[in-house]
């Protein structure tokens, strides 16, 4: 299985970065993508991945939180990062409404510029959106036909938001948040609604550990080697048999990533 959204270069995997790798390779990841959220986020993760050929990947983006420190010439940053091999995706890139880090007009700019460098490389896209689906929607829609494919990655929106999604023949990434007996009630429901060949999964570590993990680890950090656990729950709220779920959304990521499976 691969985990596709991994923020492996947080301070809180310091102590611990290449055995929380090893961890994941135990658990049986066969990859892992690492999230660029800013560029200087960007880079550390492209260069982490190019010390794991095969194993992983990363993102090159700019978060909308981040979107405030986005000038003239960080697109010019990304493309360059975005010729690296180990580099498969534009992205983090979206909108969050929610915390309102970066002014709403700033991150709609720095979203679409996105937008129209993934379409000019012609790479996917890796995307977050928070309390913006409307503007969301309205932004991405007249791209989507010109991008080989995009991913909403963590989705925890309402049933006419993941309609929409799907309508634009968006990928779905879904994390432990489907783990939560409390807020993961509607994700539960709705994850059945999901195309296999649009379902991805992924941690978001070392965010969203899933509460209903046992035992109970004693930090509240989150591991890529949890990744197991959550894709039985979609497998359990899906009717499908774990394995056969594995091979699905694993096929389906390599697919949408360009990752070639390795002998």
């Known amino acids: 299985m691969i985990d596709i959204g991994v923020n492996l270069t947080s301070s809180q995997f310091d102590k611990d970065r290449e055995r929380v790798v090893q961890r994941a390779r135990a658990a049986g990841l066969s990859a892992m993508i690492l999230t660029g959220t800013s560029l200087a986020e960007s880079r550390a993760v492209a260069d982490h991945a190019a010390s794991a050929p095969g194993f992983c990947y990363a993102t090159a983006g700019v978060h909308p939180h981040e979107a405030r420190h986005f000038d003239e010439h960080s697109l010019d940053e990304l493309r360059r990062l975005a010729a690296r091999p180990q580099v498969v995706a534009i992205g983090e890139c979206g909108l969050d409404y929610n915390r309102d880090f970066s002014p709403r007009p700033q991150q709609d700019v720095v979203f679409e510029s996105q937008l129209a460098l993934a379409a000019e490389l012609q790479l996917p896209v890796f995307m977050h959106c928070r309390d913006a689906h409307p503007r969301f929607i309205e932004i991405l829609a007249p791209w989507r036909d010109r991008l080989p494919a995009a991913v909403l990655h963590c989705f925890t929106g309402s049933e006419q ?43 978001d570590s070392p965010y969203l550990i899933p509460r209903d993990l046992l035992p109970k680890p004693a930090s509240r950090r989150n591991e890529p080697a949890y990744l197991p656990h959550i894709v039985r729950r979609i497998a359990e709220c899906r009717g499908e048999h774990p394995d056969a779920l594995v091979a699905t959304v694993t096929a389906t990521s390599r697919a949408f990533f360009r990752i070639e499976e390795q002998s």
């Open 161 to 203: 938001e993941l309609r929409d999604c799907l309508a634009l023949d968006l990928h779905i990434g879904i994390t432990g948040w489907i783990c939560d007996e409390r807020r993961g009630q509607e994700l539960q429901r709705l994850v059945s609604m999901i195309p296999a060949d649009r379902l991805m999964v992924e941690t």
